[in-house]
């Protein structure tokens, strides 16, 4: 009898140590959500010799959040570590630091070559047509494209 009671003991044991557990999925929401469909797009114009090119898109994903995306062919020079990404309603970098320039939305820095998506949120005004390369600590610009 205490053999059996092992035995029962064991088996419940053994089949309540299975791998039963729900996984937990982690969802990566600075990325797009299902697929992206891009409404603009528009090539980089290298400026000032620093190997910018490749292709931006501004579009959504299916959750209707909105992103800027650099696609694999998207190169420019990293060495300064301080390359900007900025939205513009013009292919010119024109700062206003004392009040601002509702004309140009800085999105974030660039930290590599290749496909990459910056999120907009809230999402970008539809005036913004322009994506700029701005180089801080050298003060130039490095490129755009022009969205369309």
């Known amino acids: 009898m205490k053999k059996l009671i092992l035995m029962i003991l064991a088996t419940g044991i053994l089949f309540s140590c299975g791998d039963d557990e729900p996984t937990i999925e982690t969802i990566d929401t600075s990325m797009p959500?299902?697929?992206?469909?891009a409404s603009k797009s528009g090539t980089f114009t290298e400026q000032n010799d620093t190997g910018s090119?490749?292709?931006a898109?501004?579009?959504t994903d299916e959750k209707g959040t909105q992103f800027l995306h650099f696609g694999s062919n998207f190169?420019?020079?990293l060495g300064t570590g301080t390359v900007t990404v900025y939205l513009s309603t013009s292919d010119t970098y024109m700062a206003d630091p004392g009040n601002g320039?509702?004309?140009l939305l800085l999105i974030a820095g660039v930290k590599s070559n290749?496909?990459?998506?910056?999120?907009?949120?809230?999402?970008?005004?539809?005036k913004?047509?322009?994506?700029?390369?701005?180089?801080?600590?050298a003060s130039i610009p490095f490129g755009y494209a022009q969205l369309q």
Do not use: H, M, R
């Open 33 to 37: 959500q299902g697929t992206f469909t």
């Open 53 to 55: 090119a490749g292709t």
């Open 57 to 59: 898109e501004l579009g």
């Open 75 to 77: 190169t420019t020079n």
């Open 101 to 103: 320039n509702p004309d």
């Open 114 to 126: 290749g496909d990459q998506y910056f999120k907009l949120d809230p999402a970008a005004d539809s």
């Open 128 to 137: 913004f047509t322009y994506v700029i390369l701005w180089c801080g600590s």
